[in-house]
């Protein structure tokens, strides 16, 4: 029983250092208003780059397959936020240079942004991705 509790303990480890945890702006767990197995799927990497409206995203859109999952890298300077506009899923804030958890988005044409900073925009298996609010007051 004791080497359960150990492997616990270091799972619980090995995930908080492999989503950034620690301090207070750790990423949170992804959420989800949908179901469904995700084991043995391959997953789609989409890197932040910077508040940039439609250029804050690489690749944008991306494209993703039936059964894939999407991960969001963090390749700015300040923490961000990614959601799908119908807030049915969530990233939590990812740390600069962090790693969201995978997200089951599916093949869905979908659009998301920075819950942060609206002005950064993307989209899902899409053709065109939605444009960016207007900026009213800080838009950094």
Do not use: W
Not at 15 to 21: K, N
Not at 66 to 75: D, P, S, Y
């Amino acid at each position: 029983m004791r080497n359960i509790g150990v492997a616990f303990l270091f799972a619980g480890a090995a995930f908080l250092s492999a989503c950034g945890g620690g301090g207070s702006s750790a990423p949170t767990s992804p959420t989800s208003n949908g179901g469904g197995s995700t084991s043995g799927a391959t997953t789609v990497t989409v890197t932040i780059r910077g508040v940039n409206g439609k250029l804050s995203f690489s690749p944008n859109p991306a494209e993703v397959g039936a059964g894939q999952l999407v991960v969001f890298k963090n390749g700015d300077a300040v923490t961000h936020h990614v959601m799908l506009d119908d807030g049915s899923l969530t990233t939590g804030d990812i740390a600069p240079g962090a790693t969201s958890a995978a997200l089951p988005v599916g093949s869905a044409n979908a659009s998301y942004h920075c819950s942060i900073h609206p002005s950064m925009v993307g989209s899902f298996n899409a053709a065109d991705t939605p444009e960016p609010p207007p900026c009213t007051g800080y838009c950094g």
